[in-house]
């Protein structure tokens, strides 16, 4: 009798063995001549050598169809089973950049996302400018977690400028990480979005995902990496210099900011704001520039938005006509 064993790498048994073993189950009863017994993250599968090798094929077109949607139905295996659809078909979807947990199909909502997936299929260095809600940070993280997928690059690195967490938030109690994480907790929940629980503290804990305060940065060549800092707008014009020369060999940058929401103390330049100046017409940099018309979040921030621009704008007239009148 053949005896062979598979390890299910990056599974969770009781996702793909269903309750109960009940997807399991289906799959037993195609290879009615196998002896299939699974402990935990092995299957083996015991009988002749040809239905054995059979059976191997068909679990690892279970586990890609796993793998790309986090979840397996009993109609999807009984799809692949039969040989109706194999998990490349089932796959198939250029426009999806990844798919999310329970299957859910991300991808760009709007012309400028699209533009924003687009320059970073073609650039190594893009900025990403729009205010809140306009999927900015979201496609970015969809766009790495892609890559990595791929096997394009080996980790993930997201950032964002949180100084102060090492200074005036002394008084909280914790460790450094416990400080800081506030300030990643939005880009913590677009991975929860796009990565299995278990898998992404895995991730975490391997460092194939890597989630700092751009202070951490300093002194790093970040290689073979997806990087991405967000909140760039509170950033020093140092501190942006720094993370910007951080690039090293089959590196993506993509920096995310609202011009509109500067935290920066007064006087202190944004250097979001001097870079977009002074990086603009660099042929192999792209700046992606979002607006009201890609908010993606409820219908009402997009009208708050909007109110707090017209307010601005308002402001604005009355300062110049005001500094106009004392002049003359």
Known sequence: ??????????VDPIEFYGANNSKLDKIRSFFP??????????IKAMGEELETMRFEA???????QYHEFHRLSNETIGLIMNDLVDGEELSANKDVLVFGNNGKPIKARTPNQQKLVEACEEKDLIFAIGPAGTGKTYTAIAMAVRALKNKEIRKIILSRPAVEAGE???FLPGDLKEKIDPYLQPLYDALGDMIPQRKLEDFIK????EIAPLAFMRGRTLSNAYVILDEAQNTTVNQLKMFLTRMGINTKIIVTGDMTQIDLPRRTDSGLVQAMRILRN???IAIVELNQNDIVRHRLVKQIVEAYDRDSAKREKERKDKKGNGKS
Not at 1 to 10: A, N, T, V
Request: hydrophobic content about 45%; overall charge positive.
């Open 1 to 10: 009798m053949f005896e062979k064993s598979f390890h299910l790498e990056g």
């Open 33 to 42: 001549k196998l002896k299939i017994v699974a402990r935990g993250h092995i």
């Open 58 to 64: 068909k679990l690892n077109a279970l586990l890609d």
């Open 168 to 170: 005036r938030l002394g």
């Open 206 to 209: 391997d460092k194939v995902i």
């Open 282 to 284: 660099i042929d192999d």
